[in-house]
């Protein structure tokens, strides 16, 4: 009797798992922005695959840090800290070459000189980037201190004071223009590694499909 009552009985299914919003995006998901001209092109209608997932730690907040790759071997860097409109983070990882063509590297050296004060004018518009500089930016942060941790950490704590868990201590710059929608950021890591980025905040509408891995 048991066994005719297993046979017919509903069998129960897995829970799916939900995907609505690109901060709920994991591993191997893939993603595509929208063709909206303030993305460059880098961005604009590409379909791009979630490679790895970083946590970026400051003193009061933490937030995860997408990198997704999509045809050609430009990264391209989602984040989601926190603001007032939920706004996300998009980022492009510009090559020593990069800086020295959209800004004079006097005035970009103003940037590690205290107080910081450092103000920036691009040298050209005319770039792969151009949808998204500033037509100039203003210092906000001065080495203020912070982690990256090669780990997923959105929906717990990162690791405090563990020498074999914490994460890749690193010095943070930012300067901002545009209303502070467009970003310039520096990470200066323990051994001197600098990675200059450029970012701007976007609608998370700009990202206009998901797709979980495997579907």
Not at 29 to 56: H, W, Y
Not at 176 to 193: K, P, T
Request: aromatic share 12%.
């Amino acid at each position: 009797m048991s066994f005719f009552k297993s046979l017919f009985s509903k069998k129960t299914t897995a829970p799916t798992r939900v995907l609505n919003e690109p901060k709920q995006l994991l591993i191997g998901d893939i993603f595509c922005f929208g063709d909206s001209f303030a993305l460059p092109e880098a961005m604009r209608k590409q379909q791009l695959q979630v490679n790895d997932i970083n946590t970026i730690e400051f003193k009061h907040e933490h937030y995860i840090q997408l990198i997704g790759q999509g045809a050609g071997e430009k990264l391209v860097y989602v984040s989601f800290p926190k603001n007032p409109k939920n706004l996300i983070k998009c980022s492009l990882l510009l090559s020593r070459d990069e800086v020295e063509t959209l800004f004079d590297l006097d005035d970009f050296s103003e940037i590690f000189e205290e107080p910081g004060k450092a103000r920036l004018t691009p040298l050209t518009e005319k770039h792969n980037y151009g949808d998204i500089l500033a037509s100039e930016y203003v210092q906000q942060h001065f080495s203020v201190s912070g982690y990256i941790h090669q780990a997923d950490y959105r929906n717990t704590q990162p690791p405090q004071f563990s020498d074999q868990d914490h994460g890749r201590e690193f010095e943070y710059y930012s300067l901002a223009g545009s209303q502070g929608m467009r970003l310039i950021e520096v990470f200066i890591s323990e051994n001197g590694d600098t990675d200059v980025y450029l970012s701007s905040l976007r609608p998370a509408s700009d990202i206009a499909e998901l797709w979980i891995k495997g579907e």
